[in-house]
């Protein structure tokens, strides 16, 4: 099979396959661990139900375990994009396949991201299929007895996680998707460019730059706190008319747009340069 510089929906259909076939192992676990975690959570929220009958709070507490374990297991698997170059072996078996340094990286992205995110889901729909078996062993509310998807889309529900983690706008809504994936972006930088540990290692700088920045803020909140702001206050309330909600929005959509596409670039960069024997700094 020959390569060229053009994109092939082919090749790219059979990096992908290669990827599933060899790497089985780890994706019946990343299947496995999602399960486990709906299937006890569900479990656990029998033992309450049967002293009160809400099904539609069982629901929120299914359907937020199910939110947070996509937030938390999405980080760990984006930085998890580089798994399959994490010897020299690997390294060297994946370069050398007959596809272009960008459908590899398509198919990695494709398979840390959409593939998670299409597991987790799958292992929710198992679990609960599978919590039905346990039904007889508690004595539990005729409510129960029903799709916990019907209690998920309740209007009542879907208006209360809405306005818990989206903002009621749509231009709200963009904006904390890109914040949100821009977040997730940094996990995908951090696994091209560490090869042990990534997610721990992308965590922990998160962690320590957030810390700095508030001691930062605080430093500049001591230094200045004393200092009279009065010129400030009536330049702002002079041209507070400017400053939109509609706009304050617009421009962190369009900043953290370009923050995201730099971070997937600077992956992308990463990832066509990985060397077959990487320098021993790269491996810490």
Request: charged residues 15%; negative net charge; aromatic residues 16%.
């Amino acid at each position: 099979m020959s390569t060229n510089n053009t994109f092939s929906f082919s090749r790219l259909g059979l990096v992908m396959k290669r990827d599933l076939m060899e790497n089985w192992k780890a994706n019946l676990y990343r299947f496995l661990g999602p399960y486990a975690v709906f299937l006890f959570a569900m479990l656990i929220g029998y033992v309450g139900a049967e002293d009160m009958d809400d099904f539609i709070g069982y629901s929120s507490i299914i359907f937020s375990t199910f939110t947070y374990l996509l937030l938390i297991g999405s980080a760990y698997s984006a930085s998890q994009i580089m798994e399959t170059m994490n010897t020299q072996q690997k390294r060297l078996s994946y370069l050398m396949l007959p596809a272009t340094s960008l459908e590899k990286f398509v198919v990695r992205a494709l398979y840390v991201t959409v593939g998670f995110v299409v597991m987790a889901t799958l292992a929710l729909l198992l679990a609960e299929a599978s919590r039905f078996l346990f039904m007889p062993f508690f004595d539990l509310p005729e409510s129960f007895h029903q799709s916990i998807l019907s209690g998920v889309f309740d209007t009542s529900l879907i208006d209360s996680w809405s306005q818990t983690y989206v903002c009621r706008n749509v231009l709200g809504a963009l904006c904390t998707i890109l914040v949100m994936c821009w977040g997730h972006s940094l996990f995908i930088l951090g696994g091209c460019y560490w090869q042990k540990h990534p997610f721990w290692k992308t965590l922990g700088i998160i962690l320590l730059v957030n810390q700095l920045i508030i001691m930062f803020i605080f430093f500049l909140a001591e230094t200045f706190g004393d200092i009279d702001l009065s010129i400030d206050g009536e330049w702002l309330e002079a041209h507070m008319a400017w400053v939109t909600i509609e706009g304050v929005l617009g421009f962190l959509s369009v900043l953290f747009a370009l923050l995201l596409a730099l971070n997937w670039w600077l992956s992308y960069c990463c990832f066509t340069r990985s060397q077959v024997i990487k320098p021993k700094f790269r491996l810490l």
